[in-house]
Nanobody, 123 residues
Framework: QVQLVESGGGLVQAGDSLRLSCAAS????????MGWFRQAPGKEREFVGTITWIGDSTSYADSVKGRFTIFRNIAKNTLYLQMNSLKPEDTAVYYC????????????????WGQGTQVTVSS
């Protein structure tokens, strides 16, 4: 069992940066991948990016590529999402998730989810 707790959300202006954290408790095995998803009001949850827990391979949605960076600190069991050049369309609740089966862009592949943290970007 893995528990995930996100933090770091808030209200920022367009062009600002923000770093989200996701603290994981429980055992994360080498086969795991961690992902970030987001959900705006009235929209479906969408993939933001993913990273393999071991190996550090990443993949990003086209909408955030070049602006967002995912990285993790294995010793601290913490996942991060560095968000730069934020846009109003990035406004959403951001969730971190863990997938026992490895890398995936599909939310349905992830077994463990955090409670989410709100990011609001004003224009």
């Amino acid at each position: 069992q893995v528990q995930l707790v996100e933090s770091g959300g808030g209200l920022v202006q367009a062009g600002d940066s923000l770093r989200l954290s996701c603290a994981a408790s429980g055992r994360i095995f080498s086969t795991y991948a961690m992902g970030w998803f987001r959900q705006a009001p009235g929209k479906e949850r969408e993939f933001v990016g993913t990273i393999t827990w071991i190996g550090d391979s990443t993949s990003y949605a086209d909408s955030v590529k070049g602006r967002f960076t995912i990285f993790r600190n294995i010793a601290k069991n913490t996942l991060y999402l560095q968000m730069n050049s934020l846009k109003p369309e990035d406004t959403a609740v951001y969730y971190c998730a863990a997938n026992r089966g490895g890398w995936s862009t599909s939310a349905s592949s992830y077994e463990y989810w955090g409670q989410g943290t709100q990011v609001t970007v004003s224009s």
